[in-house]
């Protein structure tokens, strides 16, 4: 589980701590260097992984922490 510092999961109805960085755009809407992001556990990465893939969104995959040093 998680508290109020711990990033929660993105995936509908989760609680649990995040430590995966989904970065995604879609390019009708977004210019190409823009990274828009969800956040997911180890349970949903796949699930949420997949779903922004076959729709060509997906960008990159990344630990949160690792995400966090390059800020």
């Known amino acids: 589980m998680s ?3 711990t990033p929660v ?3 509908k109805g989760c609680r649990s701590a995040a430590v ?3 970065a995604w755009n879609n390019p009708k809407l977004h210019t ?11 349970e949903h990465r796949e699930h949420l992984s997949q779903f922004l893939g ?4 997906l960008k990159d ?6 995400w966090e040093k390059g800020a």
């Open 61 to 66: 995959v990344v630990r949160l922490e690792e």
């Open 20 to 22: 995966w960085v989904l």
């Open 9 to 11: 999961c993105s995936a």
């Open 54 to 57: 076959v729709r060509g969104f």
């Open 32 to 42: 190409p260097e823009r990274r828009k992001t969800w956040i997911a556990c180890d």
């Open 3 to 5: 508290d109020e510092t």
